[in-house]
């Protein structure tokens, strides 16, 4: 049996084992709290106490090294994070873990794992884990497609088999806040596959559907609740549920969570949360605003940063950026999927929802099986949409930005920007729906005069990736006037893919 699989048979267990060894354990990171905590204040000035009084003690330490981890010299442990890109911040830093039985797992998690095709962990996951299973707050960017999810709900579920069961009336343990509901769905997903063999329950909690069902969810009792902001206060505020249990707080895409203005939910949120519980802070990129929101929330935090913290695209992503006028959009786009359209999944991203409709009607009109998602749609016809992207019925996916980050489809192979996003960050999520886990994609871009400002930027992302830049983009990007119409664009390459047919 597994050092973390401390869940037997008898529920009544989990209480049992609480008895008799929750009080004794170390006080910090290392097992129970005391009454009273010290931590830095939100300024980050001189430590002040917090008042823990009548809240129940809590275990959130439960990694013990591996003989083959803590053989790794310190040299060995070097040359591992540089080959992976692995840079890390913190007091007492734990070695990564080169495998998945050198975490520990409980052996149920383990067979899900290998159920699921994953042959060993990503870098997030090598270096994450020790870090969450140790109990300390942890801050975690890496680039939307590294595993992440997995990163904090796998120690999630350790953390949630180590409390007391939940009581008539009680919280979830475990709180997952999420920007959009598709994201959110697809970590649900995640933690019932992993959660199911010890019995740990879950729900989503998002707007655009009805509360019925979600209200039923967490009247019965649920040890782990993936939410969105604006839903989770209304069900806090309608009393039905509390967040007097939570122990375990992961906070996803908290860049996006910030671009989509979900600053005041996130601080309403999170003060009705115990403060001395673990936090996850996961981003994709460290911009001010995001730094600063983690300081006021976390406290001698561990920091794991796969790669750089500076923007930069996914290598495995071919990158075109074509200068065109508003004008030569359309024609332009349907050029390019004369060339690659072969079935394969391909994702258009569009500025707003009334463009994303229009393009999405022409397109049907002129041969080519394309479905819409934006968040004027309502959950029912997202979910139909998305179905049938993912099953390959419809293979041609418009979008807004609702649908850049989280969304987790195997199989896409191209992504399309229409139109240019209004940051550098959005460009980085968009492209990466393609090059997933380690595949291969290609991202199309067009690019307009309207667009001239994100040039030098845009220009340093391809050059780090080493991709080409044409003398176009070059040129705007030292100031100049874009070129005039009817220049070559990627389209003119060659025939590239497909038939150069309409779907039929």
Known sequence: MSRFDSRSGDPTSYRDRRSDSGLGAPSGYGGSVHSSSSRKDEDGGSPRKINLDGLPHFEKNFYSEAPTVKAMTEDEVTEYRQQREITVEGRDVPKPVKTFHDVGFPEYVIQEIEKAGFTEPTPIQSQGWPMALKGRDLIGIAETGSGKTLAYLLPAIVHVN???????????????????????????????????????????????????????DLQKGVEIVIATPGRLIDMLESNHTNLRRVTYLVLDEADRMLDMGFDPQIRKIVSQIRPDRQ???????????????????????????????????????????????????????????EDIMDGSRILIFMDTKKGCDQITRQLRMDGWPALSIH???????????????KSGKSPIMTATDVAARGLDVKDVMYVVNYDFPGSLEDYVHRIGRTGRAGAKGTAYTFFTAANARFAKELIT????????????????????????????????????????????
């Open 461 to 504: 992302i391809l050059e780090e990736a080493g991709q080409k830049v044409s003398p176009d983009l070059a040129a705007m990007g030292r100031g100049a006037p874009p070129p005039l119409s009817g220049h070559r664009g990627f389209h003119d390459r060659g025939r590239g893919y497909g038939s150069g047919r309409p779907w039929s």
């Open 279 to 337: 936090t996850l802070y996961w981003s994709a990129t460290w911009p001010k605003e995001v730094e600063q929101l983690s300081r006021k929330f976390l406290y001698n935090p561990y920091k794991v940063i796969i790669g750089s913290e500076d923007l930069k695209a996914n290598h495995s992503i071919k990158q075109h950026v074509d200068i065109v006028s508003e004008k030569q959009k359309y024609d332009k786009l349907v050029k390019l999927l």
């Open 162 to 216: 180590a409390q007391p069961i939940l009581d008539l009336g009680d919280g979830p343990i475990v709180l997952v806040l999420a920007p959009t509901r598709e994201l959110a769905v697809q970590i649900q997903q995640e933690a019932t596959k992993f959660g199911a063999s010890s019995r740990i329950k879950s729900t989503c909690i998002y707007g655009g559907v009805p509360k019925g069902p979600q209200v039923r």
């Open 375 to 389: 968040g004027d749609k309502s959950q029912a016809e997202r979910d139909w949409v998305l179905s049938e992207f």
